[in-house]
């Protein structure tokens, strides 16, 4: 296993997990290292991608690992490598939020994560149950 920072020739892989990042961000993050790649046996099986939230906290906004790798630890050492980083770059704390009917807020809580607060988009064109959003101390 090895987690690298993305590439721009990471587009293809990247596209077939994310589905949310726009395209005019996906060179943005290569450029500013804001997103990892995870390789088992150097083929890509799952990404993680950040900003800075308040321009000053880093946030996770995707984490997913490929559903035929899933429950084996990659996605906590994904969060793990990028946890570290943070640190090592002077961040006190992490962010990063999942829908609340969605079980990542499980696995988010078992890394330490704690409830934080959430938001509610009820617009007819975009309606979606409430993002919970968790906070850790690193």
Request: hydrophobic share 35%; with cysteine; net charge negative.
């Amino acid at each position: 296993m090895n987690i690298r920072y993305m590439q721009a020739d990471d587009k293809e892989f990247w596209y077939s997990l994310d589905k949310h990042l726009p395209e005019t961000e996906f060179m943005n993050k290569v450029r500013d290292k804001r997103g990892y790649v995870l390789l088992e046996n150097d083929i890509p099986i799952g990404l993680l991608r950040y900003n800075l939230f308040w321009d000053n906290t880093p946030f996770c906004t995707m984490l997913f690992v490929d559903w035929n790798h899933q429950r084996k630890g990659y996605g906590k050492k994904l969060m793990e490598q990028w946890e570290n980083d943070m640190k090592s770059q002077g961040y006190k704390m992490v962010l990063t939020s999942t829908q609340v009917d969605e079980n990542a807020q499980h696995f988010y809580r078992k890394l330490g994560y704690k409830d934080c607060g959430g938001f509610v988009i009820d617009l007819p064109e975009d309606s979606q149950p409430m993002e919970l959003f968790l906070i850790k101390s690193i």
